[in-house]
Structures are given as C-alpha cells and as structure tokens.
C-alpha cells in the first residue's frame, strides 16, 4: 500500500471513480483490484492521490434488533449495510477497504454526487469509516462529469459544503425507517394473528398517499356507470375540400335533442357566421429537470420513470449529459452554450442545428423551477465513446433536442376558428397552422400536437352539406394513473423527492399493492388502503406527509433542526400506533380477507398434472421473477411453467385445446395476447420447430 | 359487509349508482325498461365492475 500522506478521494460510483481519476491524473492512471475493489492512483502537483467508490449506501439506519417484531421503535443507529440487509453482504469489503485506506490518507475529499443522497452516502463514510472527519474533509462538487468540471470542483472544493444536505439525508432516512418499520410492523402483526398464513404488510410514508392516490381511482372507475350522449356533427364541402364540424352545443344529454337538431339541419345549406384568426407565439419548453425528464420519456417511448433514471444515469457516467437528479429548469451562462453546441456540432445528427443556433445570440428560454446544488439537465457536448444503445440513445437524443429548443425562437402559429350557421344550428371548427416553427424546428419529433389546415373561407361563404351525423356515445369513467401521470400527480401534491419518487412506485408494485401499466389497484392494495383510511387516516394523508416535506426541506436549507422533525413524526405515530394496537382483530380479519381474494384472484385455473390443484401466479422470493405454479406443491405436484416477466397476466377461464393447460390474456398497453403456459404445448413444440427449419 | 342489502360498502355504492343512472337513462332516452337498462349497462364499455357484479346479483334473482 502507498506510503502515508495521499489524498483519498472518495465517489460514489466506480465509473464517476475512473472519470475522476482520469481528469485530475497528470500522471498514468493506475488501477488495483483490492478485495475485487477498484481502487486508481496517480498524481497530481506532486501529490498523490487514491480514488475510490462507494457503490451506493454503505451504511444503513437500522433499529437494535432485539426482535423483528417488535414495535414501538424509536431508537435507531447507522449501521454497516451488510449487518442489516443480506443482500448487501459485499458492503462489508468496501468499508474494510475505505478504512484501511484511510489510515494513511492525510487529506479527504467527497466527490459523491451533490445532493441529498450522496451527501449522506459521503458523509457516512467520512463518519464511520475514516474516523469522524466529515467535517474536514473537502466537498468537490460537479454537475457533469467532464474533465473541465471535474478540475474546476477540485479547485474550488470547500471544508463542510453540503453539511446541510447530510442532515437532511440522514434525518429523511431515520424517518421514513421510523413511520415504515413501525407502520408495517403493527399491520403485519394484525394480519399475522388473525391467519394461519405470515405475510409482512408494509406502508411506507410517501408509499400510503401514492396508493391512496392510486385506490382512490380505483373505486371510482369500478362503480362507474356509463350514461349517454349524443353528438351531432356536419360533413361541409367547399370547392371540393370535406371537413366535418362538431355541432357547438357538444355534448346532448337526451336523444330527441340530438335528433331535432339533425333534422333540422337537412336539406339546408351553410353559412359561414363567423371567422376569426388568431396568431399566437408558442414559448419553447424549459429545459428538463428529473419530473419532466421521467414525464416526457413516458409519453414520448413509454419508457418508465425508473427505467428513464437508469438510462439518464448511463449517460451521465458516459459525461454525456449533466446530473440528472434535479429540480432545476435553470441553464446557467457559467455551464458554456457556446462549448456545448460546438461539441453537438461534431454529431452528424445536431450539426446543422447547433450551428443554426450558435449563429444567434444564445439565450436560452428558462422555466421557473430552481435547484441549489444543480442546473437543469444539459448535454455536456461530449461525443459519445462507444455506439449508445438504442434506449440510452433515444433518452440522449430527447435531452438534446430539448435542450436545443430552449434557444429556438417562438413558434407562430395561426389558430382560425369558424362559425357555421345551419338554420339555427350552430356549428364551430378550428385549425392550426405552423408559420414560423421556432423552437419546432429541433424539438417537432416530440411536439404531438397535429396541425390542421380547412378550405379558404370568407364570412358569409355558403357551403354545401353532405352529410348530418347524430352519434350516441357513452361517459367514460376517468382513466387509470399509468406510471408518468402518478409521478405528476406526486410531484404536483409535493410528495416524495425527484430522486425517490419512481422507486416508490416501483416498490408498491413489488409490494403487490398495484400492479400493471395503466396502474391497476389490487385487493390487497385496496384492503390496506381501506385500513388505513378507516383506522389511522392522518398516516396516508397528503397533507401531513407534505409538511414533512416541507419541514425536510427547511433542514436542508439549514433552518430546523434534523431531531426537531424526527421528534414530530415521533408523536404523530405514537398516537396512531396505538389506535392501531387497539383494533388488531378487526385490521387482521380485514387484511386475510383481501389476501385470501389476492391469492384466488392469481389462480389461471386447474393443475392438468395433478387435477385437483390450482395453477396460481407466484413471484419468486429470491429472483423476483413470476411463474405458474401448482398449489399443490406441498402434496408433491411439482407442475410450473414460465411467465412474461412485463405486463399483466388475467385468466381466460379455458384450457388450450391441444394440452389443457390454462390460457391466459397478456397484456402490455395496448395489446394484449393469449398464451397457453405449458412450455411444452404442441403449438410451441410445432412453432419452435419451424424456427428452427428456418 | 355493511349496509342494508347485504353488500360491503362498494358493492352498495356501486348498486346506488346503479340506480341514479337508470334516472339518466331514462330522461336521456324518453323511457327505458329496468331489464334493457341492465342489460346495455352490462355490455357497455366502461362499466366498472362493481357495478358488472351487482348487476348479475340483479339478474340472478339475488338483489331486487
């Protein structure tokens, strides 16, 4: 091991590790593998620097474990991960490593991502593992990963900057350890005493609003009744041009108001009443921060707000794009415009674009929202290194055009709306066209408004109508959250935080409290919900989890006190906890209620080996992955077939008529498709084979 | 299970429902009989399904 006197700089990734590594060596980079740990040295000014990585959170808040099942509790320590979560055995190593490395470090420096969980993450290891020097180590802080930003935080790191944002990191994980632990403890409790079964039930704090959110709707759209309504529109023509105008009244709630109204528009002609033309300027979008980013990506490719995470962190590693985690809608003049399109200028795609807008004076169209620590998300202008995959490809490409569309002009567009007379009856239409496309020019891919040009008209112009349609039409109830419009609705209440937010409703689904894209509620996520709502409705409700938010942000920013919030939530729970413990009975026959319709519910049909069993859907505990098994494994059957792992899976109630195995429905979004889950079946046997020929 | 017909409290929701909008569909269309509202309630898209559940419960002879 290097002689005491380096600098141990510490990241939060291994990728950031190497990326740092390479910006600041003025020497050759070199790389050891201690314990299968990467660690990089080199040099720089003369002195010798070793990096390292945390990989994720190497010390967790745990309770004192004298029993699992044990509530209240109140008294909670940072602990080594490993200690209280299984899956994080390896962490063990990388703290052994950073502590060894640390004896003969003379300087530290935390260049874990800047914000609130690198900050913790950073500040931990700076705590528990290199001997309480959190806070005289140095902060360097970057919103990207280029060579330029990286040379410039080290210049400008500081003792103690973003000590406001461990408080605040620590005291949001102690919280939401506190309210869940307690919550599900008490719940699981109850549900365990009343059944012969064991299931852990967990809620969590911003977890009980975002499934109140999802229940809620739920139970409107499954006690909707449709009522009618009828449109009347007109099939116009002027000089050979056909457009169709809705009547102006929309909707008709009886039939023989729609019926007049078409009788008495036949055999008349039309008259234009009225026209008028408005032009208008469309202002660029702001740039992306992390919500818009999730939102955009979900309604542009579908792409799930998590699984957008993933890749904008990809790319943000490659030092293609800056920090993802963000609330800013800011681009500030410091982060180089002029650099940055130079740079998108060499991609082939971008090039006439970058140099169109560096022919401009730069200044970008800004959105409202701010962020301390980072700008709003921006392409670094670096060329990507290695061919990107299609995914990561696309994230990156709606970044840069987004990012180019902040310094396209406004958009004019000419809206023309058109009032017809039909003896009486009023018609209207209206058109959009594009006269100058601005910010359209670099964004139009993604911009999904249609333009729709009518014939030239002029007041007074008559027209012919060749056909009055009267439609009866149904209400529909209101459409189920899909994974972007629950992260909106989340965002807009204040729940929650930009960089928790998809894992949380990723967790509910693991949880089975929902399931599927549009979001289904389950029974069982509804019977928790309904516990809740009746026994402790304070824990799932918005309000109090916003002014925790709220009393979050206040010690992010210095104002309150970490202890001073943990000791509110501490109240608010006791009061609630014991609410809880004085119902158990009534909450556990509720809970085995839903689990025992949960687990009907997940049965596609009769086990054709065994006949007397049920097939059911299960999720593996070790693998996470779902498949068909038989409830009669524990009699012996050992029947099981494969599952889709995406989409929801529903029964169709009939065996396959080659094998009798059940069939089932698979649907993601739109299309979904039948599926016998006998791997064996003749017709895959048949299909596989022609495959093969092939 | 809580209210008067033996429904849990969705089931009843769903089954008030129900009925509020045989009101509408009766003032939309001039008159509807009980049995086709049913029925085209039962077939439309949209039905939510509590309501598909109460109406079978109706249609079984289960719920008057």
Not at chain 1, 337 to 362: M, N, T
Not at chain 1, 426 to 434: A, G, K, L, P, Q
Not at chain 1, 642 to 648: C, D, I, R, T
Not at chain 2, 6 to 24: F, I, N, Q, T
Request: glycine share 8%; hydrophobic share 35%.
């Amino acid at each position: 091991m290097k002689a005491p006197s380096y600098t141990l700089i510490l990241c939060e990734k291994p990728d950031a590790a190497r990326k740092v590594a390479a910006a600041l060596a003025e020497s050759r980079v070199s790389t050891m593998k201690i314990h299968g740990i990467e660690v990089l040295e080199f040099k720089r000014d003369g002195i010798d620097y070793v990096t390292c990585s945390a990989a994720g959170h190497l010390y967790k808040v745990s309770d004192s474990f004298p029993g699992r099942d044990s509530f209240p509790v109140f008294d909670l320590e940072w602990y080594p991960a490993g200690l209280v979560d299984k899956k994080a055995s390896t962490t063990q190593r990388r703290i052994a490593l950073i502590r060894s490395l640390a004896k003969n470090a003379r300087q530290f420096v935390n260049a874990c991502d800047y914000d609130v969980e690198g900050e913790t993450i950073g500040g931990n290891i700076m705590r528990y593992a290199c001997g309480e020097i959190e806070r005289s180590a140095l902060r360097a802080r970057f919103s990207t990963l280029t060579s330029e930003d990286i040379t410039a935080s080290f210049h400008e790191a500081k003792v103690g900057a973003g000590q406001t944002l461990a408080d605040a990191g620590r005291t949001r994980h102690a919280l939401d350890f506190i309210w869940g632990i307690n919550l599900s403890r008490v719940l699981s409790a109850a549900f365990n005493s009343s059944t012969s079964g064991y299931k852990t039930i967990s809620i969590g704090r911003v977890q009980g609003p975002t499934l109140a959110f999802v229940v809620e709707r739920e139970i409107e759209i499954r006690r909707f009744v449709p009522t009618p309504y009828w449109t009347v529109s007109g099939m116009f023509q002027k000089d050979g041009v056909d457009f169709k105008a809705p009547h102006a009244r929309g909707k008709f709630s009886k039939r023989c108001d729609a019926e007049e109204a078409k009788n008495t528009c036949q055999g008349h002609q039309g008259v234009v009443s009225e026209m008028t033309k408005t032009v208008f300027k469309e202002a660029p979008p702001p740039p992306f921060n992390t919500g818009d980013l999730q939102r955009e990506a979900y309604s542009a490719f579908g792409c799930s707000p998590s699984k957008t995470m993933r890749l904008a962190e990809e790319l943000y590693l490659e030092a293609l794009i800056s920090y993802p985690r963000t609330s800013s809608q800011k681009l500030p003049q410091s982060i180089g415009f002029r650099r940055i399109l130079s740079g998108l200028a060499k991609i082939p795609e971008y090039v006439v674009h970058a140099h169109d807008i560096l022919s401009e004076p730069l200044l970008p169209r800004e959105g409202g929202k701010s962020d301390k620590a980072h700008p709003a998300i921006y392409p670094t202008g670096e060329l990507p290194r290695r061919l990107l995959p299609a995914q990561e490809k696309r994230i990156f490409d709606l970044i840069v055009r987004r990012f180019l569309s902040c310094f396209g002009g406004d958009a004019i567009r000419e809206r023309t709306e058109l009032g017809i007379d039909v003896n009486g009856n009023e018609f209207r239409v209206s058109s959009r066209v594009t006269l100058r496309p601005g910010w359209l020019k670099y964004y139009g891919k993604y911009e999904n408004k249609p333009e729709r040009n009518l014939p030239k008209l002029a007041r007074g112009d008559l027209l012919t109508i060749t056909r009055v349609e009267c439609e009866e039409k149904l209400e529909q109830p209101p459409s189920r959250y899909n994974q972007g419009s629950l992260l909106e609705r989340m965002e807009q209440e204040g729940i929650g935080t930009k960089a928790t937010r998809a894992e949380m409703i990723s967790t509910l689904s693991n949880r089975g409290y929902m399931a599927g894209d549009p979001i289904l509620a389950t029974e069982l996520g509804i019977s928790v919900f309904e516990v809740m709502a009746e026994y402790c409705p304070k824990m799932i409700s918005v309000e109090l989890t916003r002014e925790i938010e709220k009393e979050l942000d206040e010690v992010e920013d210095g104002k309150r006190e970490g202890g001073e919030v943990i000791s509110r939530a501490i109240r608010e729970l006791c009061a609630e906890i014991e609410h809880l413990k004085s119902s158990e009975k009534g909450i556990g026959e509720e809970l085995g209620q839903a689990a025992t319709m949960a687990t009907a519910q997940q049965s596609i049909g009769l086990c054709p080996v065994c006949k007397t069993g049920k097939l059911l859907v299960i999720r593996s505990r070790k693998t996470r992955k779902r498949f068909v098994g038989c409830s009669n494994y524990g009699n012996g059957c050992r029947a099981s077939a494969p599952l889709p792992q995406k989409g929801w899976i529903k029964p169709t109630a009939r065996p396959c008529l080659k094998c009798g195995w059940p069939v089932v429905c698979v649907g993601r979004r739109r299309y979904p498709w039948k599926l016998c889950v006998n791997v064996s079946c003749e017709t895959k046997v048949r299909r596989r084979n022609a495959m093969q020929i092939v | 299970m809580s209210e008067e017909d033996g429904l849990c409290r969705y089931h009843s929701d769903a089954s008030k429902a129900l009925r509020k909008g045989y009101v509408a569909w009766n003032e939309a269309l001039s008159g509807i009989p009980w049995k086709e509202y049913l029925n085209r309630v039962k077939t439309a898209q949209g039905t939510g399904q509590w309501v598909a559940e109460v109406i079978a419960m109706h249609e079984t002879g289960d719920l008057e």
